[in-house]
């Protein structure tokens, strides 16, 4: 698979290199945070990181006011196995080399909501940067670049928390997964025993 690198033009359809935000506390801080091996940890919000000056600027400059929630995933991944969106962007931080396996809600089938991960595109975040992947992005864990990784999740406040209501298996709302969290995953990935939606097709792609 070929690796191309979020500076490269071929990544604007998916998100975009954020510049000017200071993010060296936030990186600092994360070398507290678990890097298991042979697993992805995610947690939505971490106090530690959201007590930063950085949550302002990232609240009132990136998200344009809107309440947010800084987390994490970090871990040892090589695999594709699912895709998700939310209805917002997404902000990463890379705070070590990173590959992320994306591709473009658009090519879901509009009736069936699969997706042929032929057309995954694989794009390298090197160490300290940042990104917004958009609300139309199908992304997941990211993939080690060498070693394990470590990557800021910023999001809408809430997102990715367990859902008050259980929605209906049909249509759009068979892939809700949890708070703004549309997921679809590969029938390989071993999520169908947590209730996810298996609408990936082709082969579970590896880095």
């Known amino acids: 698979?070929?690796?191309?690198n979020v500076a490269d033009a071929s990544f604007r359809k998916y998100g975009k290199?954020?510049?000017?935000?200071?993010?060296?506390?936030?990186i600092a801080e994360m070398e507290n945070t678990p890097l298991p091996e042979g697993e992805v940890v995610y947690v939505p919000s971490v106090p530690a990181l959201e007590a930063l000056p950085v949550?302002?600027?990232?609240?009132?400059?990136v998200y344009g006011g809107m309440p947010i929630q800084i987390g994490y995933c970090n871990g040892d991944n090589h695999t594709l196995n699912a895709l998700e969106y939310h209805r917002d962007s997404e902000i990463n931080v890379?705070?070590?080399?990173?590959?992320l396996l994306?591709?473009?809600?658009?090519?879901m089938?509009?009736?069936?909501?699969?997706?042929d991960t032929s057309k995954i595109e694989a794009f390298l975040v090197p160490a300290g940067t940042m990104i917004e992947?958009?609300?139309?992005t199908l992304h997941y864990a990211p993939c080690n670049a060498g070693g394990r990784f470590r990557c800021v999740v910023v999001l809408p406040k809430g997102t990715n928390e367990p859902l008050a209501v259980t929605p209906e298996k049909k249509g759009e709302d068979a892939l809700l997964f949890a708070v703004n969290k549309w997921l679809v995953a590969h029938p390989e990935s071993g999520l169908d025993k947590d209730g996810a939606f298996m609408g990936l097709t082709g082969e579970n792609l590896t880095v």
């Open 55 to 61: 949550y302002a600027e990232l609240q009132n400059r």
């Open 1 to 4: 698979m070929k690796i191309q």
């Open 94 to 99: 890379a705070c070590t080399d990173l590959i």
């Open 102 to 107: 994306i591709g473009s809600e658009q090519d």
């Open 133 to 136: 992947v958009y609300a139309t």
């Open 109 to 115: 089938d509009p009736e069936t909501f699969a997706y």
């Open 17 to 26: 290199v954020i510049t000017g935000v200071d993010c060296a506390q936030l």
